[in-house]
């Protein structure tokens, strides 16, 4: 049985309206700093941009799994009533958790990929 302090407790804590609007501005924010790492390349040519396709994969991978994420965010917040202490800090650590896509996305396009899709020599397989 709930008590008429906790019912009044429960009753006071906000809308999990602000909880979205701050996911989606930090989504955003991502985002925006995720484009902002794309470098032109120095020739207007389509084979200057060869060179760049791990980075553009690591974007696109990044940019579609952090939209999955955040549709599935938006969803879940729809079934919740209140914005608890504990969801604010669950939504948090998952922010955190997603602010390291892009890091994990651009570090396997620079450590793992090869500079180009195509290898040039035998030596060159890329894994």
């Known amino acids: 049985m709930v008590s008429k302090a906790e019912e009044s407790m ?5 809308g999990p309206e602000r ?3 701050f996911s989606d501005a930090f989504i955003a924010v991502i985002i925006t700093i995720m484009v902002l790492e794309l470098k032109a390349p120095a020739e207007p040519t389509f084979s200057a941009l ?3 396709w791990a980075t553009a994969t690591s974007y696109t991978v990044s940019f579609w799994f952090i939209a999955v994420v955040w549709i599935n965010h938006h969803h879940l917040l729809h079934y919740a009533q209140t914005a608890t202490p504990r ?5 948090f650590a998952h922010l955190f958790a997603v602010s390291f896509v892009p890091f994990t996305t651009m570090w396997m396009a620079d450590s793992i990929l090869p500079a180009s899709p195509y290898p040039s020599t035998p030596e060159c397989s890329g894994w």
């Open 87 to 91: 969801l604010i800090w669950v939504n």
């Open 50 to 52: 060869l060179p760049l």
């Open 19 to 21: 909880v979205s609007a």
């Open 10 to 14: 429960t009753d006071s804590l906000p």
